[in-house]
């Protein structure tokens, strides 16, 4: 029984472990409030890079980047976030422009994009874009797209783009017409969980019971 | 309280209610963040293995030979990549006195099965995998004794194997075998 416990718990942990690293996002957190971004995972070239997927491309490579961006800030505000591009760095532009970029905000996939052009333009994201107002662990993912094509040369080949974007937030204290609860990351439900700790207590008080009458009429 | 005052006390009320308001709705913080995103690009790799059948590289420096001689020298590709790939390879010949022809004087035994020549270019029949290595293209050369006269005496005769190779990824076949791949360079 213990050997088929220990098995499950090892299966459990090595699912747990594996299930992040299956899915490598990139994860802007705003942490405030005065509080810095993080940005996760980085790479060997920079701290703060969200295109762990966009390494090694080759040609007729088209590769997806999800980048989920996160409000940590307390429930006592929402916030606004806006992002937009700063384009390649000066000696990134010729590689980056021969790649096509697109950004769209994941709501079903059903939005249009709000970038897409050459990797190394600023584009529909040269001015501030509105992500979406987040209230306390509220969630916006982004779908990046990168298409590599077929025409890329030799030339192209082990070369390394770099590539700004900026984040944002405007702080708003919470008001009263906003939606109650705020919305979290957490939507399980609670209630089989509140039925399980009941009854544990009931029979726990059950036990107990019979256990003090037992030692009664053991001592008569 | 006069009209006029209970008129402007109502005024600076309402301006105060207006005021607290218009900061209610206002961003009373912002902070930006920059990340700097990496974008990085490939490339193929491999390594040409020239060996000898007794499991030595063959020596850079060359051999000696006689006509009739059969040395053993056995070339084959390693894929040093991520990258799975496509390869052909030329065999070159050259001697060190530009009046010796030195195409006929060595025999191959070139691995037909595995090996397509076209154009000069035997084509690996395949696809040569991450970490994978080919099979010999060929295992010895004999020096043809019909060729090789006295005039070849001290001189140098060059055996070079030229290989290129071309990704696989992204890049079907569009005929039967892999001479018909789009992208091998021109000659």
Known sequence: ?220 | MGKIKRILLTIALLAIVVTFTTQGTLAYYTTTGQATNVVTSGNIRFIVHETTDQGDEFPSEGVTVFPGAVVSKQVSFENDCEHPFYLRAKIVYSANDENLAAENCFKLDIDTQHWLLKDGWYYYNGIVEAGQTTPYLFTKAEVVGDAVNNSYIGKTLNLSVVAQALQSENNPLTGEDVTTAAGWPQE
Not at chain 1, 152 to 180: A, C, R
């Open chain 1, 1 to 220: 029984m213990k050997r088929i416990a220990c098995a499950l718990i090892a299966l459990l942990l090595v699912l747990t472990g594996a299930l992040p690293a299956l899915a490598e996002n990139g994860q802007v957190t705003y942490e405030g409030p005065a509080g810095d971004f993080v940005f996760a995972p980085g790479s060997e070239y920079s701290l703060t890079d969200l295109f762990p997927n966009f390494k090694d491309v080759m040609p007729g490579d088209s590769l997806t980047q999800k980048i989920t961006v996160k409000n940590d800030a307390s429930n006592q505000v929402k916030v606004k976030i806006y992002m937009r591009s700063l384009g390649a760095h000066p000696d990134s532009v010729d590689f980056l422009s021969q790649l096509r970029l697109r950004v769209a905000v994941a709501e079903g996939n059903d939005m249009a994009y709000m970038f897409d052009a050459a990797a190394d333009q600023t584009a529909q994201l040269t001015d501030w874009v509105c992500l979406g107002t987040l209230y306390s662990g509220g969630v916006v993912d982004l779908d990046v797209t990168l298409d590599v094509p077929t025409t890329l040369t030799n030339e192209y080949s082990q070369q390394i783009g770099y590539l700004d974007w900026q984040f944002m937030v405007e702080e708003f204290p919470i008001e009263k017409t906003d939606p109650t609860p705020p919305k979290t990351g957490d939507a399980s439900d609670l209630l089989p969980w509140a039925i399980a700790l009941v009854a544990a207590a009931a029979l726990f008080v059950v036990l107990l019971v019979f256990k003090r009458r037992k030692q009664v009429a053991e001592e008569q």
